[in-house]
């Protein structure tokens, strides 16, 4: 699929300041500074678009982007940042939660971005178990694949297959934000997740 128009839409923290409206939502979770505002502003090839960090814990709202005028792609806030107070961890979980279990009739499925040189984190796997628990389908990207070598690509690829338990089929994209690679797989897996949507196959 291309991505022919990419808008900014809403920043929320609660649900009255989500969009009005249908229409088929995409999520993006992953720990804070794992690269989800970049992988959006690769994706649309945007550089401006989502708003992208040094220090983690840049993106602290739900943000939603309207892809092409028919579907959303929305950035949740970034987990398992040590430095905050436990006030702000749980003001993320909970709003996490609320959007997750508030809009599940309009999440057609979720991206999950792991950093591909470290274990996912207890936080990873706890996102992944409310994402089955919610019956959301799930793709798997991984990101900054630009810092290892080719030679160690896949055996990282394994061990987070292995230790997040992604099942048999499921695919998890290599992707970086610097050299764009990924993009054309993270794409086709977007136009595969909205699946018999005809209408966003611009
Ligand atoms: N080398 C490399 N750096 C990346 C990649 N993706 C993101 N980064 C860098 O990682 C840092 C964090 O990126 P963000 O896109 O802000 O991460 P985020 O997941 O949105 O972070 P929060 O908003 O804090 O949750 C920035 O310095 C990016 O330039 C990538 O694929 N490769
Ligand atoms: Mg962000």
Redesign the pocket.
Known sequence: MEIKKAEFIASAVMPSQYPKGNMPELVLL??????????VNTITNNRKL?????K????RTINFYLINGCFYIV?L??YG?AKVSVQEKNRWSESIETYLSSRIDNIVGAFM?LDIRHKPSEYDQLMWRWLRYYGISTGFVA?????LNKSQVQEHLNMIKKEMEIPQGTDIIP????TKQGRNDALMAIEEALGGYDDFKV
């Open positions: 992953g720990r804070s500074n794992v690269g989800k505002s970049s992988f989502a708003f992208i960090g040094s983690p814990g840049k993106t950035d806030p970034g940042y971005l990101m900054k694949v630009d810092k992707f970086s934000a610097l």
